[in-house]
């Protein structure tokens, strides 16, 4: 009888054991992050290395990283119309004005009170909430390669407006480099450009802009054509690569990194990107130039890395625990310095690298938003991009891509 309940009793500790580790793997929680920057940038790897170190802390969290791609917009766009979001994503510049509803306010989190303010004003809701974790400041110009500037005989302190500009892609080409590097197999990389130059033509004067127009829906598109006429300028005067719809991103800095190329119109994760192909390349920022004589040269600024936790998430607890780890000094700090931009918490050190003398130098310039996220409906980047594109293959006139934005703006205002 002994023996019969001891082999009664082992067999229901074994159950007992059996059933509590059926338990603990029953209880593993699965996050989804969903990032708008491709594999092939050094943030997305940094992001994997921050991952792993926090699933080594978090037994029984783990977090799937999916990276973006050139259709990320779309897809999210998708997701948002069905309502099935990630855990967690990145809102690439529109936390506030896209994204908002969907995300859960992290206002109360103990982080938000030491936003940088170079990016408080960009993440906070009229209502003065929060719905996402800034991990570094995009302040950005036009990325340059020294070397091949100083063979020019080209000083960027001298390039104020667009004919400057002009004046300085001519003396590159005549030295027999690449003035300007455009990723056009990445329609991405068009549409950039117009969010780089387009505020000089319509935003940054104080004296005479066309903000309010493109907030209340005045604006007179035939205006569009200045800003298309630069991009048009600058391919005719064969100012840009010749393999401008056929090279991607990558292509741009590498170009950039070994010395084949003056400019690309990226932000200054372009230069963090370069400097993985040759940590010896000489380079760095500009501001973008003025339009008219009597402005002055600016900065481009915005949401560069975030993350934000949807608010329907079955694992807003998990999602939030790692949101603050991210926010940890040491995270932040490795994922800031692998765009090489300051970090988007006070007090948080970030490895700007050889821009630091660039940031410093250029630390009282006025910046302004990305423009389409500031003065365009969602849905107009695409517009952007692809007339942008029609523009370079000469499938469309300049009254052909003003005519497009405008009847793009007016359908989705």
């Given at each position: 009888?002994?023996?019969?309940?001891?082999?009664?009793?082992?067999?229901?500790?074994?159950?007992?054991?059996?059933?509590?580790?059926?338990?603990?793997?029953?209880?593993?929680?699965?996050?989804?992050?969903?990032?708008?920057?491709?594999?092939?940038?050094?943030?997305?790897?940094?992001?994997?290395?921050?991952?792993?170190?926090?699933?080594?802390?978090?037994?029984?969290?783990?977090?799937?990283?999916?990276?973006?791609?050139?259709?990320?917009?779309?897809?999210?766009?998708?997701?948002?119309?069905?309502?099935?979001?990630?855990?967690?994503?990145?809102?690439?510049?529109?936390?506030?004005?896209?994204?908002?509803?969907?995300?859960?306010?992290?206002?109360?989190?103990?982080?938000?009170?030491?936003?940088?303010?170079?990016?408080?004003?960009?993440?906070?809701?009229?209502?003065?909430?929060?719905?996402?974790?800034?991990?570094?400041?995009?302040?950005?110009?036009?990325?340059?390669?020294?070397?091949?500037?100083?063979?020019?005989?080209?000083?960027?302190?001298?390039?104020?407006?667009?004919?400057?500009?002009?004046?300085?892609?001519?003396?590159?080409?005549?030295?027999?480099?690449?003035?300007?590097?455009?990723?056009?197999?990445?329609?991405?990389?068009?549409?950039?450009?117009?969010?780089w130059t387009a505020p000089s033509f319509f935003i940054t004067n104080d004296?005479?802009?066309?903000?309010?127009?493109?907030?209340?829906?005045?604006?007179?598109?035939?205006?569009?054509?200045?800003?298309?006429?630069?991009?048009?300028?600058?391919?005719?005067?064969?100012?840009?690569?010749?393999?401008?719809?056929?090279?991607?991103?990558?292509?741009?800095?590498?170009?950039?990194?070994?010395?084949?190329?003056?400019?690309?119109?990226?932000?200054?994760?372009?230069?963090?990107?370069?400097?993985?192909?040759?940590?010896?390349?000489?380079?760095?920022?500009?501001?973008?130039?003025?339009?008219?004589?009597?402005?002055?040269?600016?900065?481009?600024?915005?949401?560069?890395?975030?993350?934000?936790?949807?608010?329907?998430?079955?694992?807003?607890?998990?999602?939030?625990?790692?949101?603050?780890?991210?926010?940890?000094?040491a995270q932040m700090s490795r994922l800031a310095s692998a765009n090489a931009?300051?970090?988007?918490?006070?007090?948080?050190?970030?490895?700007?690298?050889?821009?630091?003398?660039?940031?410093?130098?250029?630390?009282?310039?006025?910046?302004?938003?990305?423009?389409?996220?500031?003065?365009?409906?969602?849905?107009?980047?695409?517009?952007?991009?692809?007339?942008?594109?029609?523009?370079?293959?000469?499938?469309?006139?300049?009254?052909?891509?003003?005519?497009?934005?405008?009847?793009?703006?007016?359908?989705?205002?």
């Amino acid at each position: 009888m002994k023996r019969l309940l001891g082999v009664l009793l082992i067999l229901t500790l074994t159950m007992t054991m059996f059933i509590g580790c059926a338990s603990e793997e029953s209880s593993d929680v699965e996050l989804t992050l969903m990032i708008n920057f491709q594999t092939t940038e050094k943030i997305t790897e940094t992001f994997r290395e921050v991952i792993a170190d926090f699933e080594a802390a978090n037994p029984g969290i783990t977090v799937t990283l999916v990276p973006g791609n050139a259709e990320y917009e779309a897809v999210m766009k998708t997701k948002m119309a069905a309502n099935d979001l990630p855990d967690m994503w990145s809102t690439h510049g529109w936390s506030v004005a896209r994204y908002s509803e969907y995300l859960e306010p992290l206002t109360d989190q103990a982080w938000v009170s030491k936003l940088n303010p170079g990016i408080q004003k960009v993440v906070t809701s009229k209502e003065g909430e929060v719905f996402v974790l800034p991990l570094d400041v995009d302040l950005s110009g036009i990325a340059y390669n020294k070397t091949v500037l100083d063979t020019a005989g080209v000083n960027v302190d001298d390039i104020k407006t667009w004919d400057d500009f002009m004046v300085a892609c001519d003396a590159v080409k005549a030295a027999g480099y690449t003035p300007i590097h455009v990723g056009g197999k990445d329609s991405w990389t068009v549409g950039n450009f117009f969010d780089w130059t387009a505020p000089s033509f319509f935003i940054t004067n104080d004296g005479a802009n066309d903000r309010a127009a493109f907030k209340d829906g005045s604006f007179e598109w035939s205006k569009w054509e200045e800003v298309a006429q630069l991009l048009v300028d600058l391919n005719d005067n064969e100012y840009l690569n010749v393999d401008k719809l056929s090279s991607g991103y990558t292509d741009s800095a590498k170009n950039l990194a070994q010395d084949k190329t003056a400019f690309t119109f990226y932000g200054n994760y372009v230069i963090a990107e370069a400097l993985n192909y040759n940590p010896d390349a000489n380079v760095g920022f500009m501001p973008v130039p003025s339009n008219d004589p009597a402005d002055e040269p600016t900065l481009i600024s915005g949401e560069r890395t975030t993350v934000g936790m949807w608010k329907d998430s079955e694992h807003k607890e998990e999602a939030l625990k790692f949101i603050n780890f991210l926010a940890e000094p040491a995270q932040m700090s490795r994922l800031a310095s692998a765009n090489a931009l300051p970090a988007g918490l006070q007090g948080v050190e970030s490895d700007t690298g050889i821009l630091k003398d660039d940031y410093e130098k250029y630390a009282a310039l006025r910046g302004f938003p990305y423009f389409d996220r500031e003065y365009l409906p969602s849905g107009m980047w695409d517009t952007m991009c692809s007339t942008g594109t029609g523009l370079l293959t000469g499938e469309m006139t300049l009254s052909d891509a003003a005519a497009q934005m405008k009847k793009d703006y007016d359908r989705l205002k």
